[in-house]
Structure formats: structure tokens, C-alpha cells
């Protein structure tokens, strides 16, 4: 089973990269499943602007960089989304991610690892409310960073925290 591990923020000097790397850390070595960094900034997803609606384009869509994130979300069973807090809410570029595809993201599982002033809460909470509309199960627990306790080195409790999340994504896939 492959897990998608996806570092939503695209912003130079992000905070992200030490989170995804410690998330990665952490992943690897677990026996059953393939933990794939998909780190957003390597996609380079334009705008959406296309005039099919994803939903209905059927995995086919005009813009190359579109069908690679596409293809990697796709090969994906479940997914862990990295996401930082912008503005009380998600990160812009994340959600433009999310919304230009369909049904790559259909009925898979979801964990969120936030990190923010506040642990991103409250752009869990947007996660939790957008990704239902494509019926994916966001598991339970999460991880909540703080920028000022825990990054770029998240503190013991942390650990624990992660621990359980990603034997959550594993049990919602078994």
C-alpha cells in the first residue's frame, strides 16, 4: 500500500520541508506500506482554469503538469497532507492541488500533520469539511505543530503524536 505524503506549501524558506522530512523519518522502515514524499512545489499545478470540471474530465486533462500530479495522486492508496495555516484556513496553492483533480482522491483515507502559529487547527478543520466531498475518510488524531515549540525540531509529545497517526492511516487502509 502506498501512503502519499504531501507537503502542501510551495513557499521559498517554508517551514514544510523540516516537517516533511521528520514525517519521512518517521515513516520509513514501517513494515506493509510505501511512504512517497509528493512535495507540491515539484508539481507546479497551475491555476485551475480548465473548462471541463475535473470531476468530469476523466483523468484527462490538457495541462502537463496537471496529469503528473494526476498520475501521483492516483497511484496513491491513502495520503497524509502536510499542511501549514494561512489566513485561519488552508493554504491556497494546496487547495488549487486538490481541486484540480477528481476522482484520484475518490474514498482514500487521510491523515493531517498541520504546523502553524497554533498547530493549524483550524486549516484541519477546513481539510476535514473539503475533503469529505469526495467521501475520503479523514482518520481521527493528528499531529499539531507549533512554529514556535516544534519546528524545526517537534518536541517528545510530537513523536507519540505521530506515531499514532500513521499507525491510523495504515489501519484505515488495512
Known sequence: MKIGVILGSIRKGRAGESVAKWVMDNAAGREGYEYELLDLADFRVPLLEAEMIPGAANKQYADEATTAWSAAVDACDGFIFITPEYNHSVPGPMKNAFDSLGSEWAAKPVA?????????????EHWRQIVANFSMFGVRNQVALSLFDDIPQPREQKHKDLTTVLGDIEQALA
Open 112 to 124: 493531517f500533520v498541520g504546523y502553524g502559529a497554533d498547530g493549524a487547527v483550524r486549516a484541519v
